[in-house]
């Protein structure tokens, strides 16, 4: 398994302010995520945080709302950008570690960082 | 259809029982499968990956049905730290690293 740590743990925040989250993982992955989960609410997956290159996007999320950066293989920020009360979320750090060659891929999730806009 | 759907519960069980939980998944094909389980305001953390041939850990037994795209999670002997949320989740393509797509979460309470 992988230690994820992120940092801030926690944050209130004042709308159309921004917040950077740090993710650092202990070991060498290969991928790394970023998800939202929303109070009540299973978790989203923002995006995947591309070494070196601009992050992949899902559906409903954007780069200049959720600006990404992955400069090395064990480090990335996602920055939540002028933020609005609907972005109060928990956002998780997640990877898949360098060892996994075949299926099933597992993916370790780092302690979350617990957002508050108000 | 949801890609991935679970009964959202809560089951509310005695310590000692058997629970079973049902899932499933919409992308015929997916090809990893797992079962989360997440404590209140934590992260999710690993419980098992599920395997075609199913697959058990002391008390916890899953089983994979690809033809129905069906995961089920038992658990035998229930203890009062088993309360927790039990997520379904499911792999996309044979690929690595492709992010995971995750049930709504099953709710289990144990009491004494």
């Known amino acids: 398994s992988a230690v994820i740590s992120q940092k801030p743990s926690r944050d209130i925040c004042q709308r159309g302010t921004s917040l950077t989250i740090q993710c650092q993982v202990d070991?060498?992955?290969?991928?790394m995520f970023w998800y939202r989960q929303q109070p009540g609410q299973s978790l989203t997956l923002i995006a995947t945080?591309?070494?070196?290159?601009?992050?992949?996007?899902e559906s409903g999320f954007v780069i200049d709302k959720f600006p990404i950066s992955r400069p090395n293989l064990t480090f990335s920020t996602l920055t939540v950008s002028n933020m609005s009360p609907e972005d109060s979320s928990i956002y998780l750090c997640s990877a898949t570690l360098l060892t996994a060659e075949n299926p099933p891929y597992e993916q370790y999730f780092g302690p979350g960082t617990r957002l508050t806009v108000t | 259809r949801k890609e991935v759907e679970q009964d959202p519960g809560p089951f509310n069980v005695p310590e000692g029982a058997t629970v079973a939980f049902n899932c499933t998944y919409s992308?015929?094909?997916?090809?990893?499968f797992f079962w989360y389980r997440q404590d209140c305001r934590k992260e999710p953390k690993l419980l098992m990956s599920?395997?075609?041939s199913g697959n058990e850990d002391g008390r916890f037994t899953a089983q994979l049905n690809r033809a129905s795209q069906y995961i089920s999670l038992l658990i035998r002997d229930s203890k009062l730290s088993d309360s927790a949320t039990y997520l379904c989740?499911?792999?996309?393509?044979?690929?690595?690293?492709?992010?995971?797509?995750f049930g709504k979460g099953t709710t289990l309470s144990v009491s004494s």
């Open positions: 989740v499911v792999n996309g393509a044979n690929q690595a690293g492709t992010a995971l797509i």
């Open positions: 599920v395997y075609s």
């Open positions: 992308n015929s094909a997916s090809q990893s």
């Open positions: 070991s060498q992955v290969t991928m």
């Open positions: 945080a591309n070494q070196g290159s601009e992050a992949t996007y």
